[in-house]
């Protein structure tokens, strides 16, 4: 399968746990962006790598969260002190910058967390 | 700020007909527009990309609109199946680093 991969799929974990997750993207895509999905809502944007370089992050993105893409290949999402509020679904998605500036993005099935 | 809208009740139609979903925007002026569509528990899939300087795009039985003077855009599925029901997604162009900033989504029903 050479999409993109996230793990785990589902974690559920306690209020004040350090949670990490990781996203391998499509192998020849220089850019990877996480986002977050509540129920009802389309995904929200939390922050971008281009190669291994973090070039912009969400202000969604408080001081608990944390990425990194150390070899410009595969990232980690990390969350300390887990909240309630942060039970979602967390999207990767890779992409190469298309011809004329496009930029269709492929998406990961994506990890559900579940904070108790 | 920006801010999307897509039709915020379920779009119930029956096999065979067209299918189509609204997308309108303030705030803003994107270079292109995207289309997704998203399953149930599952990741959002690419469907269609249209530039600013688009007024249509086709793709089999899509078809996707873009009006920047309405600063709307709008999505056809032609001849629908019930295999099309799904939640549809318009996004929006970020800026510099091309993040997506997506509306909340319109559930699509295709009845047999």
């Known amino acids: 399968d050479t999409g993109v991969s996230q793990d785990p799929r589902h974690k559920i974990t306690k209020r004040g746990q350090n949670v990490t997750f990781r996203c391998d993207p499509i192998?020849?895509?220089?850019?990877l962006y996480w986002y977050r999905q509540t129920l009802g809502q389309g995904p929200e944007f939390l922050t971008y790598f281009q190669n291994e370089a973090q070039l912009e992050k969400s202000r969604l993105l408080s001081d608990r969260f944390s990425a990194e893409r150390p070899k410009g290949s595969f990232s980690t999402l990390e969350i300390q002190r887990t909240e309630q509020g942060d039970s979602a679904m967390y999207l990767c998605a890779s992409s190469s910058k298309g011809l004329a500036g496009g930029n269709e993005q492929f998406f990961g099935p994506g990890t559900r967390l579940t904070v108790l | 700020s920006q801010k999307i809208e897509q039709n915020s009740e379920a779009l119930n139609i029956q096999e065979g007909k067209t299918a189509t979903l609204t997308c309108n925007y303030t705030?803003?002026?994107?270079?292109?527009l995207q289309w997704y569509r998203q399953d149930p528990g599952r990741g959002p899939v690419f469907l269609l990309l249209?530039?600013?300087?688009?007024k249509e795009k086709r793709k089999e039985r899509l078809k996707v609109t873009f009006d920047t003077t309405l600063k709307q855009s709008l999505f056809h599925i032609t001849a629908s199946q019930p295999a099309d029901s799904a939640t549809y997604l318009c996004?929006?162009?970020?800026?510099?680093?091309?993040?997506?900033?997506f509306g909340t989504g319109t559930l699509l029903a295709v009845q047999p």
């Open positions: 249209i530039r600013e300087n688009e």
């Open positions: 192998s020849e895509h220089n850019r």
């Open positions: 705030n803003y002026s994107p270079a292109y």
């Open positions: 996004a929006l162009d970020g800026g510099a680093t091309n993040k997506l900033i």
